[in-house]
């Protein structure tokens, strides 16, 4: 059967050819090394919308929290205070991520069913004039939701704050056009939709706004502006760079260029989670969310109520047949997810609802429907 699919919101399935990059050794002083940099971060900008040359990418090594934790240490001053806004476990993971090092912040926490919206963001901020940054998750995975990022955007340029966002799991499939989305600085990881492997993130920012956060970082290695300020003089990265995920990155660059760039990789992975989503429903699960903010990305469905099915078993049933799908992360209910990027399509999606059935079958489940108090949950929070 070979490898399983995994249907996560990354690591992911990869194309045959960025596993094969990854069998050449690189010197990561050496010059064709740096051209692969320059080459990644070239591109990078390009997919942002850049072109007027205010922007910089710069690639900080790790996971993709390792980034987002070097984001906001650099940009945000220590004397900043920032609006979190937070739908989900990846909200809070910023909010915590500010206490640890010691930024002022406020909460508008919206829980698992529905999105911050623009007027929420506009009053918050005229409510507080500290506030200096937001801070916005692009897609939300904990629960699949997919943020309204372009009015969120407006309220915070409107009221002349700074927004940024954390783009980790929608980049590369889900425009975020700086001409039409106008922000700070985002981040995103190697891993999730341009499908690459793990080991980077990369922060897009305006160079103003690296220029101006010298001494800010609370931290040694994930100083975004002295990584960028390195990397300017030297093309090099300030620590050892993960040499072998850069050549597999530039591979999955190239073919997310020749799949038509982010118009087509995102309908690639809509295409996906419709196909999917109709399957599963028709075997009676329901999604925690309504169509509306359902992501391209990855879609939370509500635990069977039936007494005989148990996540933990219906997860190994589904891995027998090839398919690794992803726990819950929601507080109020029990729930698991399925990915819909990586190097997959419809009819992969087809084999899973299919694979679905039978594990449903082996547990000796005939309904799917979710407990009725589930229901009346989301019914009370999303009203």
Partial sequence: ???????????????????????RDWGSW?????AMTKSLCDQLVEMAGDTAGDYACVPMQGSGSFSVEAMLGTLVPRDGKVLVLANGAYGLRAAETLRVMGRAFTLINKGDYLPPRGEEVARALDADPAITHVIAIHCETSSGILNPVAEIAAAVLSRGRKLLIDSMSAFGAVELDVRQIPYEAMVSSANKCVEGVPG????????????????????????????????VKTGQWRFTPPTH????FLEALRLHRLEGGVAGRGARYTRNRDVMVAGMRALG?????????????????FNPAHPNFVFDRFYELMK???????????????????GCIGRMDEHVMRRVVAAAAEALADMGVDSAAPPAAAIAERAKLAA
């Avoid at 490898?3 to 069998?23: D, H, I, N």
């Avoid at 050496?30 to 740096?34: E, H, T, V």
């Avoid at 995920?245 to 597999?248: G, L, N």
Wanted: avoid cysteine; proline fraction near 5%; hydrophobic fraction near 50%.
């Fill in 200 to 231: 980077f993130g990369f922060v897009i920012a305006r160079k103003s706004a690296l220029e101006a956060a010298k001494g800010n970082a609370h931290s040694l290695s994930l100083d975004v502006a002295a990584q960028w300020s390195a990397m």
């Fill in 320 to 338: 027998a047949r090839g398919f690794i799908i992803y726990p819950g992360k929601l507080t109020v209910v029990d729930s698991f997810r399925i």
């Fill in 245 to 248: 995920v850069v050549a597999a």
């Fill in 285 to 301: 699960f329901e999604t925690l969310l309504a169509d509306r903010w359902l992501s391209p990305i990855i879609v939370t469905f």
């Fill in 30 to 34: 050496d010059g064709d090394f740096r």
């Fill in 1 to 23: 059967m070979g490898e399983p699919f995994l249907l996560t919101p990354g690591p992911l399935t990869t194309a045959y050819s960025v596993k094969e990059a990854m069998l």
